[in-house]
Structure formats: structure tokens, C-alpha cells
């Protein structure tokens, strides 16, 4: 059975730093582009960043761009997003999803709760 299996969130004040986690099974990790998207209360989801399938080529939004970090560990089967820098606005339920930019972020997993607040 494909999961995806979101970790890493919680509280943090307005500048702290987390490092998110997707641990994926039910299919090979290394064969997929994957991506990270969020979505803050009352509003759609949104494109955060994306991997290629091996890690050559990274892509961000440029609300994050120089303060996220999109990695990979094939091995481990998992994806990674740091997070530096926290601003308010990145407050959301932040998911991983098999796929690029353009796909339709299914499957992705559960979520998990970034909120930033001092």
C-alpha cells in the first residue's frame, strides 16, 4: 500500500528553523519527482518545492526560495524540507506528494502543522 507519512512540524517563533520529513512506502522513492505543498487555513494549497527523481535539479517558490531546502535520501526512502528563517506566513499544513510542480499532488500524506508565532 502506497503512504506517505508527514513529520517534523510543530510551534516556532518567527526566524527558528524545522526540518520536515516524508517517509514513503509502498513504491520506490527514487523513480519520482516529489514535491512539498502547503496550505494555510482558509486558503487553496500551494506549490512549495520540487525534487527530481535522483535530486539533480531542485525548484522553490519564490516565497521561499533562499529559505527552504528540498533534499532526498533514496536509501532511506524519505524526502526532507528544511525550513530556515520562519516567517509568519509560513504558518500551514505542509505535505508531501509523489509527482512535479505540475501534477496534481496525489498521493500526498496527512500533513503536518507548521505554525509560527512569537
Known amino acids: 500500500e502506497l503512504q506517505l507519512v508527514e513529520s517534523g512540524g510543530g510551534l516556532v517563533q518567527p526566524g527558528g528553523s524545522l526540518r520536515l520529513s516524508c517517509a514513503a512506502s509502498?513504491?520506490?522513492?527514487?523513480?519520482?519527482?516529489m514535491t512539498w505543498v502547503r496550505q494555510a487555513p482558509g486558503k487553496g494549497l500551494e506549490w512549495v518545492s520540487t525534487i527530481s527523481s535522483g535530486g539533480t535539479f531542485t525548484s522553490y517558490a519564490d516565497s521561499v526560495k533562499g529559505r527552504f531546502t528540498i533534499s532526498r535520501d533514496d536509501a532511506r526512502n524519505t524526502l526532507y524540507l528544511q525550513l530556515n528563517s520562519l516567517k509568519t506566513e509560513d504558518t500551514a499544513m505542509y505535505y508531501c506528494?509523489?509527482?512535479?510542480?505540475?501534477?496534481?499532488?496525489?498521493?500526498r500524506g496527512q500533513g503536518t502543522q507548521v505554525t509560527v508565532s512569537s
Open positions: 509502498g513504491f520506490t522513492l527514487n523513480n519520482y519527482a
Open positions: 506528494a509523489r509527482g512535479g510542480r505540475y501534477s496534481d499532488y496525489h498521493p
